[in-house]
T-cell receptor, first 112, second 113 residues
């Protein structure tokens, strides 16, 4: 079964701290791993994505770390801000984004 | 450039009825996908259309169907509604297949009573 397991379900971080969200997958055919951010009442928006040929990708305060042998990947948000408070979803797919399989989501709250 | 537009944003139906949801993709995007979002099951892929053809289908019963028109606009239909169909239905578009980034709309929230 194609699953993506995400943890934690919720996370509280102080402003300026580091938020870390982890995901694990089972299907070795997955070759595309995006992270989405969703605010209440809005659709998910792509934050950052990685392919298995690299172990890390950084865009601004957001970094994906990827461990192919462990079938795990994580999102790090550096210098977390109250505006980062949202629900974050990891996802995975084969064929570059077709039929995304999403993790269960992490509700992040950044306290001022 | 306008984003993905979904209509209606909110609707209430009763069990046994059917519903049609509409999605207008970003101009120039030819691929449209549909996802269901619920608190219990999370985000689940329904289907994807490209050039009026269904390319992929998720694990949903035949009551869920969709289509795409020549202008790339898409509709999805759910027949014989059940209480468990209450969800946020999200449409997403991208320019071509196999390029990754999906742009989501704000969704249509369906409540089945």
């Amino acid at each position: 079964q194609q699953q993506v397991k995400q943890s934690p379900q919720s996370l509280i971080v102080q402003k300026g701290g580091i938020s870390i969200i982890n995901c694990a997958y089972e299907n070795t055919a997955f070759d595309y791993f995006p992270w989405y951010q969703q605010f209440p009442g809005k659709g998910p928006a792509l934050l950052i994505a990685i392919r298995p040929d690299v172990s890390e990708k950084k865009e601004g305060r957001f970094t994906i770390s990827f461990n192919k042998s462990a079938k795990q990947f994580s999102l790090h948000i550096m210098d977390s801000q109250p505006g980062d408070s949202a629900t974050y979803f990891c996802a995975a797919s084969g064929n570059a984004g077709n039929m995304l399989t999403f993790g269960g989501g992490t509700r992040l709250m950044v306290k001022p | 450039k306008a984003g993905v537009t979904q209509t209606p944003r909110y609707l209430i139906k009763t069990r046994g009825q059917q519903v049609t949801l509409s999605c207008s993709p970003i101009s120039g995007h030819r691929s449209v996908s549909w996802y269901q979002q619920t608190p219990g099951q999370g985000l689940q892929f329904l289907f994807e259309y490209f050039s009026e053809t269904q390319r992929n289908k998720g694990n949903f019963p035949g009551r869920f169907s969709g289509r795409q028109f020549s202008n790339s606009r898409s509709e999805m239909n759910v027949s014989t509604l059940e209480l468990g169909d209450s969800a946020l239905y999200l449409c997403a578009s991208r320019q071509v297949l196999d390029t990754g980034e999906l742009f989501f709309g704000e969704g249509s929230r369906l409540t089945v009573l």
